[in-house]
């Protein structure tokens, strides 16, 4: 089993984080505000993750995805030497560090987009990008194609050969630098597969374990999850059915796209891969926003991390902190992390809930490895089985506010992982708002 497929990952944003100013100052000293995730390790391993996913920590204009310089630190994050220092102790607290490669665009202030805005055609970079004669909404003088028409995030060439080897180059820096052990590749949906290729090849080269999870929305995830290009992807198709379920009390809908993708039959999907899931992430809605019966929080993250996938936290979401991006737009989504204030003001303290449930993940090769079956289901019920190496594991959810007797067609006695505490299969009852992990 490589490390991936058992972990749990732990979700920063950095420039939230770190509470940094939303816009970059390139006259300013750099700061060592990266430096403090080093004392929330505590926390971080508290709630049973193992590997941490930082979003964009180079130099950049403003929100991160805007890359100016891919090979120094953020200034308001800190320098290259405050990042060298992170990760040591992340890694010497067995945690591992996954990066995100913005490969599609850079900022407009990337140096060789700055050549081309200065030189133009007569620019030797001109070919880094997709320029033709026109102009642009900056008046450059030129066009270039920009991420979905946003033209502060100006498209990279990944069919020129300078290019590619520039960001396999620049990966093999950041792996020599740091010692990261993956990247978090941002739009892998928009890039050219050929690079993925080279991508895997180089990337499996520098480490066979460094783990290429790609951001995907919708569409055959097989066509980038595969052993030529990714080793994971989002799974944003069993997002929304994750909290719509429980708002709609139609535990239907998500069972129907789990099965889809993990069931038995010769038509679902995904067998034997390990999609990255989560209930939100720097670009939605706090889960705690979007749930309509708050009581639901605990149980939509049993359900996520117990269905087959790699299970991650987006941070301050343990304490139910809320954020909707529909009224404020993505600050709201992306805080300082302050620990005793979100456990404060947040809706619900779901440490040692998830700590439980990261144990389960790590220890039991049927959460990390296991097939699918579907065990029960109704709308507001929801039972499934998963087996690996001679071991069942049953989540058992009810949703519904009054306790719930179930019919698992199975007797004998299982041990409720969440608590430890030994419980009757037969005519098994959970009480309103709950869930349990059998061991059987």
Request: hydrophobic fraction near 35%; proline fraction near 3%.
């Given at each position: ?9 732990y ?22 505000k ?53 990760c ?58 920009g ?12 069919y ?148 087959p ?22 600050d709201?989504?992306?805080p ?10 947040g ?94």
């Amino acid at each position: 089993m490589k490390w991936y497929e058992s972990a749990v990952f732990y979700h920063i944003y950095p420039i939230g984080y770190f509470g940094c100013p939303r816009v970059n100052d390139e006259a300013s000293e750099p700061t060592h505000k990266i430096l403090s995730v080093i004392g929330d390790i505590p926390h971080i391993k508290e709630l049973g993750c193992d590997a941490i996913y930082f979003g964009p920590v180079f130099e950049s204009v403003a929100h991160g995805y805007d890359t100016i310089d891919y090979r120094t630190i953020d200034r308001r994050l800190g320098t290259n030497e405050d990042f060298k220092k992170v990760c040591a102790a992340l890694h010497e607290n067995g945690i591992k560090v996954i990066l995100d490669g913005v490969f599609n665009h850079v900022g407009r202030d990337f140096w060789a987009f700055r050549d081309v805005r200065e030189h133009k055609f007569s620019s030797a970079k001109k070919d880094w990008f997709h320029i033709r004669e026109g102009n642009s909404g900056y008046n450059d003088g030129f066009f270039y194609e920009g991420w979905e028409g946003h033209y502060e995030l100006v498209k990279l060439n990944l069919y020129n050969p300078e290019v590619k080897q520039y960001l396999k180059d620049t990966i093999t820096f950041w792996k020599e630098e740091f010692g990261i052990d993956g990247l978090r590749l941002d739009v892998a949906y928009c890039l050219d597969e050929n690079f993925l290729r080279e991508l895997h090849g180089h990337c499996k080269w520098l480490s066979e374990d460094f783990f290429l999870l790609g951001e995907t929305l919708h569409g055959d995830y097989n066509r980038w999850a595969n052993d030529q290009m990714l080793d994971s992807v989002t799974n944003y198709e069993c997002y929304k059915g994750l909290f719509s379920s429980f708002n709609d009390m139609n535990m239907f809908e998500i069972a129907h796209s789990i099965n889809r993708q993990f069931g038995s039959e010769n038509w679902c999907i995904y067998r034997g891969k390990h999609l990255y899931t989560f209930v939100d992430n720097h670009d939605v809605t706090r889960v705690a926003s979007i749930l309509k019966v708050k009581e639901h929080l605990p149980l939509i993250y049993t359900l996520m991390f117990m269905m087959p996938g790699i299970p991650s936290v987006y941070y301050g979401s343990e304490f139910g902190v809320e954020g909707d991006k529909r009224g404020g737009g993505d600050d709201v989504l992306r805080p300082e992390f302050n620990l005793e204030k979100m456990k404060s003001e947040g809706l619900r303290d779901m440490t040692a809930h998830i700590h439980a449930l990261a144990e389960i993940e790590k220890n039991h090769p049927a959460a990390a490895m296991g097939d699918y079956r579907q065990v029960q289901l109704t709308n507001r019920q929801y039972a499934f089985a998963r087996s690996a190496d001679g071991e069942t594991l049953v989540t058992v959810i009810n949703a519904d506010g009054a306790p719930f007797t179930f019919n698992l067609n199975m007797g004998g006695e299982a041990e409720n992982l969440l608590t430890g505490e030994k419980v009757q299969l037969g005519g098994l009852t959970l009480q309103g708002y709950s869930s349990m992990v059998l061991k059987v």
